[in-house]
């Protein structure tokens, strides 16, 4: 694969940016969630700000616990919604598939909230136990 001449990243510093293992980055990558945009002749990946901005979305969506399909359908929505080749009524399907994530996430959030809500509880109650 051939690389853009803009700045690219090897993994280890999108790793570091982005606060993630060099292993999970490369799983993303074997299960077919996120591609690098090029390799150097040596094999070794390189990314974009592109790619980082991707790997960003996906890292967001892992503690909603969404899966690893609905996360990919997620990532090719938003690709198509930045490809100015999309037609118009593919973007309006694209909108309305992201709307429906968008819920999900935000009923995810919510319960997300009530567990940390019910560990602060939890947390008062043991240090008023302890006096």
Same mark, same amino acid.
């Given at each position: 694969?051939?690389?853009?001449?803009?700045?690219?990243?090897?993994?280890?510093?999108?790793?570091?940016?982005?606060?993630?293992?060099?292993?999970?980055?490369?799983?993303?990558? %074997?299960?077919?969630?996120?591609?690098?945009?090029?390799?150097?002749? $040596?094999?070794? !990946? *390189?990314?974009? %700000?592109?790619?980082?901005?991707?790997?960003?979305?996906? !890292? !967001?969506?892992?503690?909603? $616990?969404?899966? *690893?399909?609905?996360?990919?359908?997620?990532?090719?929505?938003?690709?198509?919604?930045? =490809?100015?080749?999309?037609?118009?009524?593919?973007? =309006?399907?694209?909108?309305?598939?992201? =709307?429906?994530?968008?819920? =999900?996430?935000? %009923?995810?959030?919510?319960?997300?909230?009530?567990?940390? %809500?019910?560990?602060?509880?939890?947390?008062?109650?043991?240090?008023?136990?302890? $006096?």
């Amino acid at each position: 694969m051939s690389t853009n001449p803009e700045a690219v990243m090897h993994i280890g510093e999108v790793a570091a940016r982005t606060e993630l293992s060099l292993r999970s980055l490369r799983h993303w990558e %074997e299960v077919g969630l996120l591609q690098p945009s090029g390799r150097t002749d $040596g094999g070794f !990946r *390189l990314y974009t %700000e592109a790619d980082v901005e991707k790997v960003l979305v996906i !890292r !967001r969506m892992k503690p909603l $616990g969404f899966s *690893l399909d609905q996360m990919k359908a997620v990532m090719r929505d938003i690709e198509a919604l930045d =490809d100015p080749a999309t037609d118009a009524g593919e973007r =309006d399907a694209v909108r309305q598939r992201l =709307d429906e994530i968008r819920q =999900d996430a935000t %009923e995810r959030r919510r319960a997300l909230v009530r567990q940390l %809500e019910m560990a602060d509880e939890f947390i008062d109650l043991i240090t008023t136990r302890r $006096g």
